[in-house]
Structure formats: structure tokens, C-alpha cells
């Protein structure tokens, strides 16, 4: 089977050439001089895609997973108490997280398909008089339901009441496809990976740290060593990792930043909104609800479409690699056989999402879903095509 047909899932996303060029290297020593010439100006680089001129950014061997457990591990402490809302499995996931590491969580449960709860978040703060809580957990972009929730938001929740609990946020799936403004929003954590809008391989996992984060090291007590981010400060400091460093995703990153900035921040979204509306204007042709109730929720890196009552939306996702060699995302958690999701961040053009969109409604025809085919193709084909014109203005 070719190998070449881009992937629709929400990431690890398509490595362009340019990125898998400079991927391909021959082992370099990372205690040498010169290594700091290329990883310093990366983490700034980070900063500015990030919009987080007050972090400290730091890259862990890891994958987004490792993010959320270093973010905790090096602010928290045994028994304390954090809010989060549970609206997706990744949210879920961070939650069960927290919990194996022996926090008390206060979970706030939503329906999947909604976002953050921001009034439900600030009557949790609001409550909490003694200021039990340490921190605030959010995905700012729900990869398993398409759903993208209100940062600002919560920031204005923690503000208006006047609560000093740190903001955790998980941008995993929406950093570097659509906009984030860890400076603006009073992030105190961010989270992201190399393998999703960076366009590189799984292995890094990117966290951006506040001030306010790096004064609660010094009262935490829950365990750390590999992510410890005392040690990756003070062996950055010096240009240097605590141990080796995944080095060929880090000149990667240095080349995946010169890309998006090449582009143009900007850009970037607008592209990202772009292929994000073809795909929902071909579910609307296909009849099919989103996941996300809201277009206000409407995420634009990935979009998770109900199927028909009586079909198995696994199924036809696993018909789609068996006939056609194309992966999409499966359901996952409450929505496992319900929902399928196509990705459409990263390395991605309207003429790959034609691909994708063509490709699952071949697949959905086949196993007889109520669709008429080429209605969903034909649907975002228009909107590309009438949009064409906007994007390559705003890239000139």
C-alpha cells in the first residue's frame, strides 16, 4: 500500500519535506559550543509563537502527557486541590492524572460537545473562600469532541474574584494553528507538543512556564526528576540540556518556527479557519451534526462529526484505511462509535482537505450512510474556491 496519502487525524500531523530534511542529520554533540547558536534562539522563538514574552519555555523528551505531569509536579504538592472540568478525553485524561498523583480534584463534568465552563469555573472559585484551590485546569482545544473553550475567560473568572489559584492550560492541539496569547490570558502554564501544528514528529513535549508558576516551585513537593524544571533551567542557562536532548526534533523546531513565521502568524489561523469551515460545510451537506453544539465552540484544527443513529463510526473509519489507506480519529470515551474526526492542522492545503473530505464520503457511501455523494466535496469545493481569493490577499 502507498505510503503517501496525508493523514486526517488530529495529530501526529503531515511533516512537510523541509521539516523531514533538516530532521535527517547526522548525530551532533550537544555538550559542544555551538549547540547553543541553534536551541537558544529557538526557545525564543517558541515565545513568540506563543505570544508569552514573560515565560520561560522549556522542551522535555516527552509527549504532551509528559507537559501536563511536569506541569503539576513542579508547582503542586501531595493533597492539594485543583479545579477542572472534564468536557472531553483529554480533559478527562489530565483530570486521571492528577488524581494518580495524589491531588484532590474538583471536577466540574460537562457535556461532551460543550466547552469550559467559565460561570461554573467562577462559582467554583467564588466559593472557595480560603483559596484552597492551587489550580485551574482547561484545554484550551478539546481534540476529542472539536471543541474550542473561552481562556480569557477563565482568566477573568480568577481575576473577578480576586483568586490567586495558578492557570494550567492545555494548547496541545490548538498552539501554532490558531491563536494563542499566553501573555494576554495570564496563562501560568502552557502546554504543547512538537507532533501537532509544529509539524514534527512526536517526542517534545513544549511547556511555557509564568513567573508566578516558577515562585511555586519552591513550596512544592510532589516528586520530580526527568521533568524537573529547575535542572532544565539551570542547564539552559549554560546552553545545555540535563541529559541528552531530543536533538533532532530541536533543529526541527528551529526550522518549523522559520516556516510559521514565514507564513505569517496570522496567516497561519486564517489558513487554519480556512480548511477548518470546508470540512463543516461539507458536514452540513452530509446532513451530519458536529460534535461541538456551538459554532462559537467550532474548533479550527480539528472537527468531530456525529454519525447517523444505528452506524459505527469506527467502522467506517476503519473502512477508510482498509479501502483507501486514509487514517482519520476515531471516537474516544463517551463518544467512541459515534463521532469521527478530521483533522486539519498543521501541514495541511485545500487541496489535501478536498482529498480528505472526498476520501471519507467515498468511505461513508460505501457503507451506506444516508449521504448523496459528492454533495460534501462539492460543498467545500465552493467555499475554497469562493475564499481562494481572500487568503492569497492576505498573504501578500
Not at 7 to 19: A, E, H, K, Q, S
Not at 262 to 279: C, K, P, S, T
Not at 379 to 396: C, D, V
Request: with cysteine.
Amino acid at each position: 500500500m502507498s505510503q503517501q496519502n496525508p493523514v486526517f487525524i488530529p495529530g501526529p500531523t503531515n511533516v512537510p519535506d523541509r521539516l523531514r530534511r533538516v530532521m535527517d542529520m547526522q548525530t551532533l554533540d550537544h555538550r559542544a559550543p555551538d549547540f547553543a547558536d541553534t536551541f537558544q534562539p529557538v526557545l525564543a522563538g517558541v515565545k513568540r509563537i506563543l505570544k508569552a514574552s514573560s515565560a520561560q519555555v522549556m522542551l522535555f523528551p516527552a509527549s504532551g502527557t509528559g507537559g501536563w505531569e511536569a506541569a503539576i509536579t513542579n508547582t503542586l504538592s501531595p493533597g492539594d486541590k485543583v479545579l477542572a472540568a472534564r468536557y472531553g478525553m483529554f480533559s478527562h485524561r489530565w483530570i486521571d492524572l492528577c488524581q494518580h498523583h495524589g491531588l484532590d480534584v474538583q471536577v466540574i463534568d460537562v457535556e461532551w460537545g460543550e466547552g469550559a465552563p467559565v460561570e461554573q469555573y467562577a462559582e467554583a472559585l467564588q466559593a472557595d473562600s480560603n483559596h484552597e484551590i492551587k489550580a485551574v485546569l482547561a484545554c484550551h482545544n478539546e481534540t476529542a469532541t472539536g471543541v474550542v473553550s473561552d481562556i480569557a475567560g477563565l482568566r477573568n473568572a480568577l481575576d473577578d474574584t480576586g483568586h490567586p489559584a495558578l492557570l494550567f492550560i492545555d494548547g496541545v492541539s490548538s498552539i501554532a494553528s490558531m491563536d494563542f496569547r499566553f501573555d494576554e490570558w495570564g496563562v501560568d502554564i502552557a502546554i504543547t507538543g512538537s507532533q501537532k501544528g509544529f509539524m514534527l514528529y512526536t517526542g517534545m513535549a513544549i511547556v511555557a512556564v509564568s513567573e508566578k508558576a516558577l515562585q511555586a516551585m519552591e513550596s512544592a513537593r510532589l516528586p520530580r526528576c526527568f521533568l524537573d524544571f529547575r535542572d532544565m533551567l539551570n542547564a539552559n542557562a549554560q546552553g545545555s540540556f540535563p541529559y541528552t536532548p531530543p536533538l533532532q526534533l530541536i533543529f526541527g523546531l528551529s526550522e518549523s518556527i522559520k516556516m510559521l513565521e514565514e507564513e505569517g502568524l496570522e496567516n497561519v489561523f486564517a489558513r487554519h479557519h480556512r480548511l477548518a469551515e470546508g470540512v463543516r460545510q461539507a458536514a452540513q451537506a452530509w446532513g451530519l451534526p458536529l460534535c461541538a453544539k456551538r459554532p462559537e465552540l467550532y474548533s479550527d484544527s480539528v472537527t468531530a462529526i456525529h454519525v447517523p443513529d444505528g452506524f459505527d463510526a469506527t467502522a467506517l473509519i476503519n473502512h477508510a484505511y482498509a479501502a483507501y489507506g486514509v487514517s482519520y480519529g476515531v471516537g474516544l470515551g463517551e463518544v467512541a462509535g459515534k463521532v469521527f474526526r478530521i483533522g486539519h492542522l498543521g501541514s495541511l492545503t485545500d487541496v489535501m482537505a478536498l482529498t480528505g473530505i472526498s476520501t471519507i464520503e467515498m468511505a461513508m457511501h460505501e457503507l451506506g450512510y444516508p449521504i448523496q455523494l459528492g454533495a460534501g466535496t462539492a460543498a467545500a469545493q465552493a467555499y475554497y474556491s469562493k475564499t481562494r481569493g481572500e487568503l492569497r490577499a492576505m498573504a501578500a
